[in-house]
């Protein structure tokens, strides 16, 4: 809280004021001197008569109430502790609603007529343009709380209080009202922790007012202790049913690192180490257990859940059905849906854009198919009889991609076609414009595709004609966006551009419908066989990392599939190859593994060591070939010396008779 400057530097900035419209510098704090110079503006005069408006009649202060019901309803027991504080201070507890129109007042008997004299009652509008610099005014302008003290009032008859106020926030930061505590300067009874109390109070009534509006929503409430939760200090967080932040108190917006610009605009994953999904299964098996949750900062918080068990576990029920495959929906998102809840969260944030002026951004580790994704997403919007443009910023070389993109006229430079080229970006008029990798993008680049998408418009290479385009923009990229604009390695204005709406893709381990991608892969694979895979492989391709993701399990079923023999239909050990088989043959990951869809996973598998497992396969390949050696080492993918030197190693390994 700033000090209040002393008598003489209020009179000679006062007067400086007057004569010259504007305060010096270093006399008084600077958001005094802005609500001067507000006032000023505002044609108040410090000495002059007061032209504010007569209180308001009863009709428009009836309809002011009305209109702030809920607000008074959950401030007057907080403004009712807060007098009891003040009680022999000659003050008032004041309440305005977002106008500065006071609509609820406790006072001090001995301070009731100095009061009225200056309308600091119900129905009087206390903004600054009607009364000059005073707290309640000056905190509804500068949205932040304020002490005025004194002389620090801009009308000379305001001069004898001094006043406190803060503003009450919605859970979204709207204002609501100003929470204030005026008083008598002269009587001695003012005190420096009164702004202190004002915005306590003001809190208090902000988390009542969010608990009570919010009360279908799923709550956090967090602390950096947990004996804090439950507090006046306590942050509180609203999670909407798929999972993004929609309200918040500001402590919280403080703990997350979040501005109020952030709410309804950000997930709760990209703040917290935690997915909702798994909040819901704890608070169901304990509904008042405390959590320790990590930011991705680093920083810890503890937390409890607060959820409307009318509404919640109907959400947990409907999220289970991640194990059904999808309903056949009419858009591509649901035929390639196989059941994750992750990915189905994606796709429905997706569809709710389809179609608007919205860039997408899909987030994802490499091979987790965020180029199909984005051609789902095309296919089942408006645009999808138009192309689908897909350009990989980071396969196109340097010194190609101005021209790549953008196109040129003939003659443009050495080596140009006669006839010239549209470019990718006018490829996609009308359609889709997939930027996959564009975190590779050359910085030059970012700079000439953010005028592109600020202007709608292309300039070909060696033209200055400028050429309208119009196309959906997504988006793609593994690497964090945010951290390499810190580092000056991608534009921070681009990435706000391109960051419309951003979907994170899940890894293929964190996924939970393996057996159901698995069956799809083999099916599109060979459609007019009825593959499968064996029980005890199926068990160890469900529990493995797979850092290729997608991309690395489509390759290795389409290799297996290619050394099936003419008769086979299922897939075993005998048909992976050496790398993969001695990856599955390391202990299962922590990931639990998918259900296995056929029986039982025979216990000996999760022990088998890399020999024996090299072993087994050769000894079904050698099986399913009849003991032809040459077709077993082309089935593993081995040579015939390998499968002979693992042989001999197996049978030298067998214990010896005595």
Request: with cysteine.
């Given at each position: 809280m700033p000090s209040i400057p002393t008598p003489i530097a209020l009179r000679q900035a006062r007067q400086h004021l007057l004569e010259s419209g504007q305060c010096p510098g270093g006399l008084v704090h600077e958001r005094l001197t802005r609500s001067w110079s507000r006032s000023m503006a505002a044609g108040l005069v410090p000495t002059g008569r007061v032209l504010a408006p007569e209180p308001a009649s009863s009709?428009?202060?009836?309809?002011?109430?009305?209109?702030?019901?809920?607000?008074?309803?959950?401030?007057?027991?907080?403004?009712?502790?807060?007098?009891?504080?003040?009680?022999?201070?000659?003050?008032?507890?004041?309440?305005?609603?977002?106008?500065?129109?006071?609509?609820?007042?406790?006072?001090?008997?001995?301070?009731?007529?100095?009061?009225?004299?200056?309308?600091?009652?119900?129905?009087?509008?206390?903004?600054?343009e009607d009364r000059g610099t005073n707290a309640i005014g000056t905190a509804l302008v500068e949205g932040s709380a304020v002490q005025i003290h004194g002389s620090e009032h801009f009308l000379e008859r305001n001069s004898f209080l001094t006043c406190a106020a803060s503003p009450i926030l919605s859970a979204t930061g709207d204002l609501l009202g100003i929470l204030d505590i005026s008083g008598d300067h002269r009587s001695g009874q003012a005190h420096g922790h009164t702004l202190g109390l004002v915005s306590t109070a003001a809190r208090m009534i902000e988390n009542r007012l969010l608990v009570a509006t919010c009360q279908r929503n799923l709550r956090l409430h967090l602390h950096?202790?947990?004996?804090?939760?439950?507090?006046?200090?306590?942050?509180?967080?609203?999670?909407?049913?798929?999972?993004?932040?929609?309200?918040?108190?500001?402590?919280?917006?403080?703990?997350?690192?979040?501005?109020?610009?952030?709410?309804?605009?950000?997930?709760?994953?990209?703040?917290?180490?935690?997915?909702?999904?798994?909040?819901?299964?704890?608070?169901?098996?304990?509904?008042?257990?405390?959590?320790?949750?990590?930011?991705?900062?680093?920083?810890?918080?503890?937390?409890?859940?607060?959820?409307?068990?009318?509404?919640?576990?109907?959400?947990?029920?409907?999220?289970?059905?991640?194990?059904?495959?999808?309903?056949?929906?009419?858009?591509?998102?649901?035929?390639?849906?196989?059941?994750?809840?992750?990915?189905?969260?994606?796709?429905?944030?997706?569809?709710?854009?389809?179609?608007?002026?919205?860039?997408?951004?899909?987030?994802?580790?490499?091979?987790?198919?965020?180029?199909?994704?984005?051609?789902?997403?095309?296919?089942?919007?408006?645009?999808?009889?138009?192309?689908?443009?897909?350009?990989?910023?980071?396969?196109?070389?340097?010194?190609?991609?101005?021209?790549?993109?953008?196109?040129?006229?003939?003659?443009?430079?050495?080596?140009?076609?006669?006839?010239?080229?549209?470019?990718?970006?006018?490829?996609?008029h009308g359609g889709t414009l997939f930027l996959d990798e564009i975190g590779d993008m050359p910085l030059p680049m970012q700079t000439r595709?953010?005028?592109?998408?600020?202007?709608?418009?292309?300039?070909?290479?060696?033209?200055?004609?400028?050429?309208?385009?119009?196309?959906?923009?997504?988006?793609?990229?593994?690497?964090?966006?945010?951290?390499?604009?810190?580092?000056?390695?991608?534009?921070?204005?681009?990435?706000?551009?391109?960051?419309?709406?951003?979907?994170?893709?899940?890894?293929?381990?964190?996924?939970?419908?393996?057996?159901?991608?698995?069956?799809?892969?083999?099916?599109?694979?060979?459609?007019?066989r009825a593959l499968q895979l064996a029980p005890d492989l199926y068990a160890r391709l469900a529990g493995y990392a797979w850092p290729g993701n997608l991309r690395q399990v489509a390759s290795v079923l389409r290799t297996a599939c290619a050394m099936l023999g003419d008769e086979e239909d299922t897939l075993d050990w005998g048909h992976m190859p050496d790398d993969l088989i001695a990856a599955l043959s390391l202990p299962l990951n922590n990931a639990v593994a998918a259900p296995c869809p056929a029986g039982p996973v025979p216990a000996q598998s999760a022990t088998l060591n890399l020999q024996e497992l090299s072993h087994a396969a050769i000894q079904q390949a050698l099986q399913s070939t009849r003991g032809n050696v040459t077709q077993a080492a082309r089935q593993l993918g081995i040579s015939r010396q390998t499968i002979y030197r693992k042989l001999e190693g197996s049978a030298a390994r067998q214990p010896r008779s005595v």
């Open positions: 009709g428009s202060l009836r309809q002011a109430l009305s209109a702030s019901h809920a607000l008074l309803a959950h401030s007057r027991p907080i403004m009712e502790y807060v007098f009891d504080q003040v009680r022999h201070s000659q003050s008032v507890v004041v309440l305005a609603d977002p106008r500065g129109m006071l609509v609820h007042t406790l006072g001090d008997p001995l301070f009731a007529d100095k009061a009225a004299r200056v309308a600091l009652a119900c129905g009087a509008s206390w903004h600054e950096t202790q947990p004996e804090g939760i439950g507090s006046v200090a306590e942050g509180i967080v609203v999670v909407s049913e798929d999972g993004w932040i929609v309200g918040a108190n500001r402590v919280a917006l403080t703990q997350l690192g979040l501005q109020t610009g952030d709410i309804g605009a950000t997930l709760l994953e990209r703040v917290l180490d935690v997915r909702l999904d798994d909040l819901l299964t704890r608070h169901q098996r304990r509904s008042s257990q405390t959590h320790m949750l990590r930011l991705h900062s680093g920083a810890t918080l503890f937390a409890q859940l607060q959820a409307d068990a009318a509404t919640w576990p109907t959400r947990r029920a409907s999220s289970a059905a991640h194990l059904q495959p999808a309903q056949p929906a009419g858009d591509a998102l649901a035929q390639i849906d196989t059941g994750d809840a992750r990915w189905r969260a994606a796709a429905d944030k997706v569809r709710r854009v389809v179609g608007k002026p919205i860039a997408v951004l899909i987030q994802g580790e490499c091979g987790v198919g965020k180029e199909v994704f984005a051609r789902a997403l095309h296919a089942s919007g408006p645009r999808h009889a138009a192309p689908f443009v897909a350009i990989n910023c980071g396969a196109i070389p340097e010194s190609l991609i101005e021209a790549e993109l953008f196109g040129y006229v003939g003659g443009a430079f050495t080596g140009a076609r006669k006839e010239g080229s549209l470019g990718r970006l006018r490829e996609a595709l953010l005028r592109v998408l600020q202007e709608r418009s292309v300039t070909p290479v060696g033209s200055g004609t400028a050429v309208p385009v119009d196309f959906a923009l997504v988006c793609a990229t593994h690497c964090q966006l945010l951290e390499a604009a810190a580092q000056g390695r991608f534009r921070q204005d681009l990435y706000y551009r391109i960051n419309g709406l951003t979907v994170q893709l899940p890894a293929l381990r964190e996924r939970s419908d393996f057996a159901a991608l698995a069956q799809r892969l083999l099916h599109d694979l060979h459609p007019e």
